[in-house]
């Protein structure tokens, strides 16, 4: 399962992807916000859906209002972590506890979030243990990357595994979590 974010990781001031801009209005009630998104971006996450090997599911401030998202942004109705509006601060409890959900429920995960993804530190380990999990916190400002969906295609790809191999018997999965460590600027667990 895919746990999707949207400021900072969709809509971005400068997402680049060798090409210009598109650019258009979401609202959230009353208020009207700005979106900025790379197209080609959005034609990897609508193929991605179409295949099938992953389950998208919003997972930002804006899942109560996730119809005017998939409407601007030509995407399949997706699932939501929640339903309601939720503060900032709520939605943050909120988005670590839909990860820990869906690795309880024994599925893999992928959690791409600008803000919310741990780089590092215990939250970080309890995720990432076994391997069952790829975390991409992107530039907010960039939002996601060629780069980063090779990362996410490839831990779809890969078969799921017990955990990280070493060596000559590192999987598929071993290595998209490597191309995802090296993305978020960490190091090689000691092991790989």
């Known amino acids: ?9 969709i809509n971005a001031s400068r997402p680049g992807w060798g090409g210009p801009p598109r650019s258009g209005t979401a609202y959230s009630g009353s208020d009207a916000y ?4 790379a197209p ?6 609508r193929a991605l859906h179409r295949a099938g090997g992953v389950e998208i599911r919003w997972c930002s401030t804006w899942c109560a209002d996730a119809d005017q998202l998939e409407r601007l ?15 900032a601060g709520a939605a943050a409890a909120a988005k670590l506890a839909a990860a820990r959900d869906v690795l309880a429920r024994g599925r893999r995960l992928i959690w791409t979030d600008d803000v919310e993804v741990p780089a590092s530190g215990p939250v970080h380990d309890e995720l990432t243990k076994g391997g069952r999990a790829l975390l991409i916190a992107p530039s907010p400002s960039r939002g996601l990357q ?14 799921a595994a017990d955990g990280p191999g070493s060596g000559a018997n590192a999987t598929p999965a071993d290595e998209a979590l490597l191309i995802a460590r090296r993305l978020l600027g960490g190091a090689p667990p000691p092991s790989l």
């Open 40 to 45: 080609t971006l959005l034609d990897r996450i």
């Open 1 to 9: 399962m895919w746990l999707l974010d949207v400021d900072g990781v």
């Open 146 to 159: 060629p780069e980063h969906m090779d990362a996410i295609e490839a831990f779809i790809s890969a078969p």
């Open 73 to 87: 942004l030509a995407l399949p109705r997706l699932a939501r972590a929640w339903s309601g509006h939720l503060s």
């Open 34 to 37: 700005r979106m900025r998104w």
